[in-house]
């Protein structure tokens, strides 16, 4: 699985399942028995009530890609699989950072720092100051740089989630699912129609 | 598909108060079992409390291992069409089913596997007997769930049963809590499932590929069909006979599906893969059209990938899309149960021969013959080879029989030479290859098919991983034939170690017991042959016997198996010697 080292890319794996025991465990096996890491993964509840969505991040092929998708998509708790390049999904990600109050108050331009990073402070107590920012991966680390000096005491980053840009419908499709009884001729031929692109069934 | 409506009466019967474990028994038999493998333990015995009350209705089969019992019920599964049931403690039963749990998802059979697990309020807390089961089988298993509630007991089972055999079969664990199993609660009628929302088990044919694949076919000079397992899983036999037939196109199959049209049907061209027959794997590499149908390109059928049919358009039909593609790129992709597929494509395709075409196969069959099966089948001096017991069995049995073989050579031979009549016959352990599989899975397939000759061929490494089911025969009196082949080494290992490791012979030099003291200590009837002279008759006296038999046969120590097609090489560098 690790060949074509140059042909590799971040990919967004979005998949809907069943909020179920054991499932998350039966993803992430599908990377590790390949012994792929995973880069990120986010799992929280969908827009509807039963059904979660995972965001997860690989560096891998194309190729690569849409045969894991495929192995995620036959789970029998998984509703729906997609993936997606960077290029195609506005994406995200969260960080917070602690710092000392007194040495940012004394010795930096809060202000000026929050306004350069597009960050916001969460809480202000006496003894430390909490930090928050939304982007994407340079962004947030920047501001590890920038804090860093400042006596930085704990840092964190979410996972990364993402919208998919052409994703029109989506919601629509998912709301087939609540139906107690199988769809007719919806969903499930949809691969087949553009094999190459999105992977979807 | 039964609608909700059909279902309604049966909803109406009265309710009653019943234990978790007699809900689960009950639940079986509406889901028509008949045969249950397993092995009780503490965490599982509420549920054998039960099944002692429905005695009568269903047949406990006690194993001597839980492996063994697993085996079983993939032997009845395969041979019956129907899901195997296998019972297994909490702990050390559940771990023992791991084997089978893997062999049966790689070879897709349709199994239920119970496992008592430790009172709910005791997980995690390392209690006796407490395994992680759920997570130790979720990748061996198509689904699994643990049932801590009695309430949940009747839908997790039908669920169960459902997911097992629907779309492409597998196996399915449910591992109910003790405190489930004696919880009593109301249970009301068991209602079969049919739909899951998260589970599309069978895709929607699409017309335009059927019709893109006929015209590819029609087209074609020289196609060529491999089949696998998806014809006897999809139960297609008579559409897939009706598909070749029309289109006049030779077939060769897998092990896995062997047996799905007659060994002597005359398009039937014979066995691919790494032992499988010369034509076969050598005009893989010559035809213009592939078609597969119910087959995944194992890595022992495709040989080096990169050097795979690529001058060959693919048409891949399977009902499982995460093979499409996987292995092999497929020019038409034809995603659908093969019991509806083919009859459509068999109406598009035009009524052809192909006697050229499929006279090269004739050709490459008769060197074959001449080079490797004459002597293999027929010697006329020499020590016994493992061929030609399986040649006289089917001049015995007429190829009538279940041949259920174990892992090595004993197995390649099985498969290339039996004689096959009837789909559902040659029962092995294909995707896994696990020795010890031919004993234990024999024992099931005549449960599962009791009007029919059920014989195990082994050899002498892997009868000794499962020889403890002989105790199984004894007590459950089923009649089983047992062929062990002995040549005295872990043959198919030496084989590889003489042909790629300058016959470094490590530790594949294995001592038997006295096999028929064995038997005869089961109470079981036995023979062992060294002579040529005696093979028919000791043969005849097996199949005649009432009751199951054992017949060690000693052959050749150094003989090896071929045609082959050494591992990294194309198909098409099959080796005959
Ligand atoms: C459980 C298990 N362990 C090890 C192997 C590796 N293996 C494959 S074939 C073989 C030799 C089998 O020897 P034997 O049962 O005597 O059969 P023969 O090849 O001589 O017919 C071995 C050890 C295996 N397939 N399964």
Redesign the pocket.
């Known amino acids: 699985m690790n060949q074509n080292h140059i042909d590799r890319q971040e990919f967004n794996i979005t998949v809907y399942t069943e909020h179920h025991v054991g499932l998350l465990n039966r993803i992430a096996t599908i990377f590790s028995r390949r012994k792929m890491n995973i880069e990120s993964l986010n799992t929280s509840p969908s827009e509807i009530e039963g059904i979660h969505r995972f965001n997860i991040v690989i560096n891998e092929t194309e190729d690569v890609i849409r045969k894991l998708t495929r192995q995620i998509e036959k789970q029998v708790e998984v509703l729906k699989v997609y993936y997606h390049t960077n290029e195609d999904v506005i994406w995200q990600e969260m960080a917070l950072y602690k710092v000392p109050t007194d040495v940012i108050a004394e010795k930096a331009l809060v202000e000026r720092l929050l306004r350069e990073n597009g960050a916001r402070a969460v809480v202000i107590r006496k003894d430390y100051t909490v930090f928050e920012t939304t982007g994407h991966r340079e962004e947030t680390d920047n501001l590890i740089k920038v804090l860093q000096p400042y006596g930085l005491i704990e840092f964190v980053r979410s996972a990364r989630i993402a919208i998919i840009k052409g994703s029109e419908g989506f919601n629509r499709k998912l709301r087939e699912f609540e139906r107690a009884e199988p769809g007719s001729e919806t969903l499930e031929n949809e691969y087949l129609n553009s094999r190459e692109k999105i992977f979807s069934m | 598909m039964l609608t909700q409506e059909k279902q309604a009466p049966e909803l109406l019967e009265e309710k009653k108060t019943i234990s978790g474990g007699e809900a689960l028994i009950r639940g079986l038999l509406k889901e028509g079992v008949d045969t249950i493998f397993g092995y009780p333990g503490g965490a599982i015995m509420p549920i054998y409390d039960s099944l002692y009350d429905y005695r009568d209705q269903v047949n406990h089969v006690l194993v001597r291992h839980e492996q063994g019992g697993i085996h079983a019920g993939q032997g009845y599964a395969r041979a019956s069409g129907k899901v195997g049931v296998v019972f297994a403690t909490s702990g050390p039963g559940a771990t023992n089913l791991i ?1 089978g749990l893997a062999d049966a998802l790689i070879d897709s059979t349709p199994l239920v596997c119970i496992t008592g697990q430790v009172f709910a309020h005791l997980l995690g807390t390392d209690a006796f007997q407490e395994a992680d089961v759920i997570s130790i089988s979720a990748p061996v298993t198509k689904w699994n769930y643990q049932v801590t509630d009695a309430s949940e007991i009747p839908e997790a089972l039908a669920k169960a049963f459902y997911i097992a055999k629907s779309g492409r079969p597998g196996p399915v664990l449910l591992d109910i809590t003790k405190n489930a199993q004696l919880q009593q609660f109301t249970c009301g009628e068991h209602t079969p499932c049919y739909h899951v929302r998260s589970y599309r088990p069978k895709p929607i044919v699409r017309k335009e590929y059927i019709q893109q694949a006929a015209e590819l076919i029609n087209q074609a000079k020289k196609p060529f069909i491999l089949w696998g397992q998806g014809i006897v899983l999809g139960s297609a036999e008579q559409e897939f006979k009706a598909f070749i037939e029309k289109s006049g196109i030779p077939a060769a199959w897998t092990i896995m599906g062997a047996g799905a049209i007659p060994s002597d049907h005359p398009l039937n061209v014979g066995m691919l893969g790494m032992h499988g027959n010369y034509g076969p794997n050598v005009l893989t590499n010559e035809c213009d059209v592939l078609i597969a149908i119910g087959m995944r390109f194992d890595d022992r059928v495709t040989g080096r990938l990169d050097k795979y049919a690529k001058q060959a358009k693919v048409i891949h039909l399977d009902i499982d899309p995460s093979e499409i593609d996987k292995n092999v790129k497929a020019t038409v992709p034809v995603w659908g149960d093969c019991k509806e597929t083919l009859p459509l494509l068999t109406e598009l395709v035009e009524a052809k021969n192909h006697p050229e075409w499929l006279q090269k196969f004739n050709d490459y069959a008769a060197e074959e013959v001449a080079q490797v099966i004459q002597d293999e089948l027929h010697p006329t001096s020499g020590e016994m080879t ?1 061929g030609e017991v399986m040649q006289q069995l089917n001049e015995l049995t007429n190829g009538d029989a279940i041949i259920v073989s ?6 390649m ?1 099985a498969c290339r030479y039996a004689k096959l009549n009837h789909t559902r016959s040659n029962i092995t352990s294909g995707g896994l ?4 599989f031919a004993l234990p899975a024999a024992i099931g397939a005549k449960f599962g098919a009791p009007d029919r000759t059920v014989v195990a061929f ?6 000794q ?1 499962t020889i403890q089911e002989l105790g199984t025969i004894m007590q459950s009196g089923v009649d089983v034939k047992i062929i062990i ?1 002995n ?1 005295q ?7 590889w170690q003489q042909l790629f490791h300058e016959r470094r012979y490590s530790f ?1 030099d ?1 001592i038997s017991p006295d096999y028929i003291k064995v038997a005869e200590g089961y109470g079981i009837a036995g023979k062992k042959v060294s002579e040529r002279e005696n093979l028919r008759s000791a043969l005849q006296e097996m199949l005649a016997h009432k009751g199951s038999y054992l017949l060690e046969v000693m052959v050749t120590k150094e003989n090896n198996v071929f045609p082959m097609v050494p591992q990294g090489c194309s198909v098409s560098e099959i080796r005959l010697k």
Do not use: E, H, K
Request: glycine fraction near 22%; hydrophobic fraction near 45%.
């Open positions: 084997t493992m174990d892992v090595g050579q004993n197995q031979v290859g696990t020795m010890g082994a050899g002498d490494g892997g009868i991983m082949v040549n080494f872990l043959g198919m290992v030496r084989q594949v294995i």
